[in-house]
């Protein structure tokens, strides 16, 4: 048995895995290669998520949202792909701050 996911959507920056085939998954790509550390409920969203944790400058660690697990019986894909959308449009307008020339 494959334990790959199937990609479902590809935004700029966020995957939509059909995850185990009860739940669908949203992979923030900025976020990709980040061992996760805990799973756990997102306070944000009210789901379970996996969660990483980075260092900032100051040598602060910052536990984060790597991946959602949105349950198919409580979410069709048009509400996933809407939470997605607003990952995606949040890390636009922040790249469009930082860097306008992109």
């Not at 590809?10 to 185990?20: P, S, V």
């Not at 409580?74 to 469009?96: C, G, H, W």
Request: glycine share 8%; net charge negative; with cysteine.
């Amino acid at each position: 048995m494959s334990l790959e996911k199937v990609l479902l959507k590809r935004g700029q920056f966020y995957f939509i895995y059909d995850g185990d085939g009860q739940n669908f998954i949203v992979e923030d790509k900025t976020k990709r290669g980040l061992p996760v550390v805990e799973s756990s409920i997102d306070d944000n969203v009210g789901l379970i998520a996996e969660k990483g944790r980075f260092y900032d400058g100051n040598g602060r660690g910052h536990v984060v949202s790597i991946r959602w697990s949105f349950p198919k019986e409580s979410y069709t894909l048009e509400q996933v792909l809407k939470f997605a959308d607003i990952l995606d449009n949040r890390y636009k307008a922040i790249m469009e701050d930082t860097c306008p020339d992109y």
